[in-house]
């Protein structure tokens, strides 16, 4: 979230792409909205699922999806699935604070093992005054019964928890029963639940940590290869209440409106190593976690192929890390070296999202990074070994999301022809920045064969043809026919359920069970070759934007005969994997195929 007010180096490099887009206002104009005064008094909410809040700025226009078309994408069936859930920002108090403008995440997983992908939802929080506080929201966890019907078993399960400012999210076998458990991040600390054998959540320890930290987004990853997955988490800024909640703008008028995040210093961000008892122990400073950090993303996988999990953290307005695993502490900090740090003209960028694909088939693994408006998203392609080169321009990539605030990134294969495609989802931090508005389309854009991208946003859907504010996103298969669907979190404003309207003919699934290298293998890499090309599938951790997506490898096949796969686990070792019949679900232990 890139905004400063500073006459900083920084500033300079905000203020001028911002100038830049002022000049297209024409072409684009939104109504400056007229913003009321502060009321002062308590807000306090208990609804599980609240009506839609009244932002702190008057909607100046009404939007109306476009009706269906035969070939679009996606189908919004969020009214079917009988889910309506909103994440709450708290912005009702009116105090225009930068808790209200991180947003929340989604977690798709299957708790109970029963074959389908359930849905978990970051409820937020709310602030009241007086005195001005802080409280959480309850977030909410829905059962996927099948055909599109989901239940919330929220309360009955043990979540109905409102003790945190929540935002982020994510899932990982931390206990080694073969049960997911789930991880929550907020303003104040983290929530860790262990998944009793799919009955319910149970609250598991967490180390307390100095200072009060804000978590945004985590990752699971075996960092050691002790065979445990451990947990990075990364916090954001060192705000408090009794901190100056607004800035006075002198732009077409005086508006009360969020402060820079440049405004306040970093944290530092957590590594926690899994003791294998059900405790962590805190090593971020024996690990070389950076200080002072405004850290919003975070994604993990074996960018260099050594067999050690790598780490990459987005910064907002400093340059971002690239922590390179090694068999012993600490890990090797190599951003800047590696050539993801900063954009393409040397400018440290307002990251947020976050993700690792192979978008162009050579095996290599590359990493995406959604950035603020005015600045470029950045792709970056792996040369090999330790090194990226920035291809977003020559991808067809940079000028269609300049004039967003981008937050989600996700690949997926969703038009169903062997190639990632990506979607973003889009929204400003500000509820008045004059000629960018607050609500923005999400975009999707379709692989053109691992040479260039397509916006193809307009033939999307329904769903991509209004703004929405956008905060995080996750994929999987929720209805089981093949084809990635999409979860999108707003703020404010209800949840969205994107079914995907392509027809899968030949798929295989993969879900993958590590032995030496720990239940939960995240860093593992599935290759399936077809037709002269390497599809790629990797068990990364983290990605997105404070959620967390199916890690399920998914495949479109070119018939029904059965295919062969090679998995690549960590650590290296290498397996492959034979007669794995299409239309199915297949789970691929480690050892039990066969070496090359």
């Keep these: 979230m890139s905004l400063n007010l500073n006459s900083t180096r920084n500033s300079v490099h905000f203020w001028r792409p911002l100038l830049v887009l002022f000049g297209f206002a024409g072409c684009h104009r939104e109504p400056t909205p007229v913003v009321p005064p502060k009321v002062e008094g308590t807000f306090v909410t208990t609804e599980r699922q609240p009506s839609l809040a009244r932002l702190p700025f008057e909607f100046t226009k009404s939007y109306t999806p476009r009706p269906n078309q035969a070939d679009d994408w996606f189908e919004d069936i969020t009214d079917k699935t009988g889910i309506r859930f909103q994440y709450r920002t708290g912005c009702e108090a009116r105090y225009y604070t930068i808790l209200e403008s991180v947003g929340g995440g989604v977690a798709l997983f299957d708790y109970d093992l029963d074959g389908d992908l359930d849905l978990f939802l970051t409820g937020g929080g709310r602030i009241s005054a007086p005195p001005v506080t802080v409280g959480g929201v309850t977030s909410a966890l829905y059962r996927n019964d099948g055909d599109w019907n989901f239940t919330d078993v929220t309360e009955s399960i043990g979540l109905n928890r409102d003790d945190l400012y929540t935002h982020g999210t994510t899932v990982g076998d931390f206990d080694h029963d073969g049960y997911p458990d789930l991880l929550i991040t907020g303003y104040g600390g983290c929530r860790l639940f262990r998944n009793d054998g799919g009955k319910r959540f149970v609250d598991a320890p967490m180390p307390s940590v100095g200072g009060s930290r804000w978590f945004t987004s985590a990752a699971w990853g075996d960092f050691d290869r002790d065979g445990w997955v451990d947990l990075f988490a990364v916090c954001y800024a060192e705000w408090h209440l009794t901190d100056d909640v607004c800035v006075q703008r002198q732009m077409q008028g005086t508006r009360r409106d969020t402060c820079a995040p440049t405004r306040y210093a970093g944290q530092q961000s957590c590594l926690f190593r899994n003791q294998g008892d059900g405790t962590f122990a805190e090593v971020s ?126 690949f997926a294969d969703f038009d169903l022809d062997g190639w990632p495609d990506l979607f973003i989802s889009n929204g400003h931090v500000l509820y008045d920045a004059h000629d960018l508005p607050y609500l923005q389309p999400a975009q999707l854009f379709q692989n053109q064969h691992g040479k260039q991208f397509r916006e193809v946003t307009t033939n999307a859907g329904p769903y991509l043809s209004i703004p929405h504010a956008g905060r995080g996103a996750a994929v999987g298969d929720l209805d089981n026919d093949g084809a990635p669907d999409l979860v999108v979190m707003h703020q404010d404003q209800p949840v969205a359920i994107l079914r995907n309207k392509h027809q899968a003919t030949h798929w295989v699934r993969l879900s993958l069970r590590g032995k030496a290298s720990g239940i939960d293998p995240v860093g593992a890499k599935v290759f399936l070759q077809q037709d002269g090309i390497t599809m790629t599938s990797v068990f990364s951790g983290g990605g997105s934007y404070l959620s967390h997506s199916d890690r399920r490898a998914l495949f479109v096949t070119t018939s029904d005969e059965p295919v062969q796969v090679t998995v690549v686990w960590p650590g290296g070792a290498r397996e492959v994997f034979t007669n794995l019949v299409t239309r199915t679900t297949h789970e691929l232990v480690e050892g039990s195929g066969r070496h090359p």
């Design 285 to 410: 400073n024996a690990a070389g976690i950076l200080p002072g950090m405004r850290s919003l993303g975070i994604v993990t996988a074996d960018l260099d192929g050594d067999g050690w999990l790598d780490w990459f953290v987005a910064n907002d307005v400093q340059d971002n890390q690239l922590y390179w695993g090694t068999d012993q502490l600490p890990l090797d900090e190599g951003g800047t070296v590696a050539g993801v740090a900063f954009s393409e003209s040397g400018d440290r960028d307002g990251s947020m999202g976050t993700d690792i694909v192979d978008f162009d088939g050579d095996g290599e693994l590359d990493l995406f990074i959604a950035n603020y408006a005015g600045q470029d998203n950045m792709l970056m392609r792996s040369v090999g070994g330790r090194s990226f080169v920035n291809v977003t321009r020559a991808s067809g990539l940079s000028a269609p999301s300049r004039r967003w605030v981008k937050f989600a990134s996700l």
